[in-house]
């Protein structure tokens, strides 16, 4: 697909009551999180297993800061590019159940305001989330453990007067087996000074 583009939101009305006019469903928050641009997608397909294997990723250009308490997730899809030409087949794993958390509306003009038509279906997705940036700091026996959520990068200081001089910390640095968590834990008598993360 030549231009790609997918737009977040939490979602003004639920599943199954969705609106056919588009821009009565996405909420204030709606953004652009990836393209609009080129997506290339190859995946594998067994028709006779479902549900299928969860084979394309698709990497966002920008974060979305979803919180579940507001509301539910719209995703919006928009094919800029228009219908495949050449003659290869795009079979996405849905499901088709009234009273279930997905549902859709679809239009076959990318500029459309309405739909063309309204289902309980809803692509089978899987977003993978990384939790806010949340620091901790604990001192063990001999070590000061230094936790945060992966991936964002963790910074030092050792005057806050001076907001230049942070420092990357790129060493010493290990992962939960999920990879969701990072530590880090410099040895106590290596914190002469104050130190700021």
Not at 34 to 39: A, C, E, I, N, V
Not at 112 to 135: C, D, K, N, W, Y
Not at 153 to 175: D, E, K, M, P
Request: aromatic share 10%.
């Amino acid at each position: 697909m030549t231009s790609l583009q997918i737009n977040l939101s939490t979602a003004i009305n639920g599943p199954d009551s969705l609106s056919p006019v588009f821009a009565e469903n996405a909420g204030n928050n709606n953004a652009i999180v990836r393209g609009p641009g080129f997506l290339t997608m190859v995946s594998g397909c067994s028709p006779n297993l479902e549900p299928q294997f969860f084979e394309l990723f698709i990497q966002f250009d920008r974060p979305f800061l979803y919180d579940p308490k507001a509301g539910n997730l719209l995703l919006d899809i928009r094919n800029i590019s228009g219908p495949q030409t050449d003659g290869s087949l795009l079979v996405m794993d849905a499901v088709n159940t009234v009273g279930d958390s997905t549902s859709s509306i679809i239009a076959f003009e990318v500029n459309a305001s309405t739909a063309s038509g309204i289902t309980s279906q809803g692509f089978v997705t899987r977003f993978e989330i990384i939790p806010m940036p949340h620091l901790t700091i604990e001192q063990k026996t001999n070590v000061v453990l230094v936790s945060w959520g992966a991936p964002s990068v963790l910074q030092s200081v050792s005057n806050l007067r001076v907001a230049t001089n942070w420092q990357t910390i790129t060493t010493n640095i290990t992962y939960s087996s999920n990879g969701f968590t990072a530590f880090y834990s410099p040895p106590l008598d290596s914190l002469t000074n104050a130190q700021f993360f």
